[in-house]
């Protein structure tokens, strides 16, 4: 059973950085995508980064292009979002999800990803 587990975040001010983290404790979504979305209240779930981790690839939406980074540990079980440069429109609760496929282009939607953690609390005041 994949377990996905998020940690990091907080409450910051407009300009710093976080880290999140996400722990893969149930190891069979690999090799796929691993990725991270976001929810503001009264808004669609947003993805924002994707790790391909079968090419190695990283894609972002353009809200946080140049910002945030999408890493994967040395372990294999763990992936990160770096959040910097952060702005109030970033709040959200930020979900890491995976799946497991081969396709070179990882999936933006939400519906498309089998496996979710319950989410952390990320507010940005200005």
């Known amino acids: 059973q994949v377990q996905l587990a998020e940690s990091g975040g907080g409450s910051v001010q407009a300009g710093e950085s976080t880290r999140l983290s996400c722990a893969d404790s149930?190891?069979?979504?690999?090799?796929?995508?691993m990725a991270w979305f976001r929810q503001a209240p009264g808004k669609e779930r947003e993805g924002v980064a994707f790790?391909?981790?079968?090419?190695?690839?990283?894609s972002y939406s353009d809200s946080v292009k140049g910002r945030f980074t999408i890493s994967q540990g040395n372990n294999k079980n763990t992936f990160f979002l770096e959040m910097n440069s952060l702005r109030p429109e970033d709040t959200a609760m930020y979900y890491c999800?995976?799946?497991?496929?081969?396709?070179?282009?990882?999936?933006?939607?939400?519906?498309?990803?089998?496996?979710w953690g319950l989410g952390t609390q990320v507010t940005v005041s200005s």
């Open positions: 149930g190891h069979a979504s690999r090799p796929g995508c």
């Open positions: 790790f391909n981790a079968v090419y190695s690839s990283t």
């Open positions: 999800a995976t799946i497991r496929t081969w396709t070179s282009t990882c999936p933006r939607s939400a519906t498309d990803y089998t496996y």
